[in-house]
């Protein structure tokens, strides 16, 4: 049984930093792409960012450029996203996603590209 699991969320004062990890249990690890999203109430869930299998490649959207960082550490079968110069507007429930090909591109933006996600982790910021 495959679970991903996010810890990490909570209210953090705008400005401010967070680390949110997902640790991914029962699939190969290694071989699978991850990527971040999140969604508020009314919302469609919006991608954040992507990493390949290795670790070698990453894509970012632009509303969190030079500000997110997504990294793993396949030896921990865990994927994080370091959060800096937190806003309002990144205030979201967070969602860690596992992608079977292992590779990133464009379409690591869609939802559908993914075979498995997360329960959620809530990233409140205060201004």
């Known amino acids: 049984q495959v679970q991903l699991v996010e810890s990490g969320g909570g209210l953090v004062q705008a400005g401010g930093s967070l680390r949110l990890s997902c640790a991914a249990s029962g699939l190969a690890f290694s071989g699978y792409a991850m990527g971040w999203f999140r969604q508020v109430p009314g919302k469609e869930r919006e991608f954040v960012a992507a990493i390949n299998w290795n670790g070698g490649r990453t894509f970012y959207a632009d509303s969190v450029k030079g500000r997110f960082t997504i990294s793993r550490d396949n030896a921990k079968n865990t994927v994080y996203l370091q959060m800096n110069s937190l806003n309002p507007e990144d205030t979201a429930v967070y969602y860690c996603?596992?992608?079977?090909?292992?590779?990133?591109?464009?379409?690591?933006?869609?939802?559908?590209?993914?075979?498995?996600w997360g329960q959620g982790t809530q990233v409140t910021v205060s201004s």
């Open positions: 996603a596992a992608d079977g090909r292992g590779t990133i591109g464009t379409y690591s933006q869609q939802r559908s590209s993914y075979d498995y």
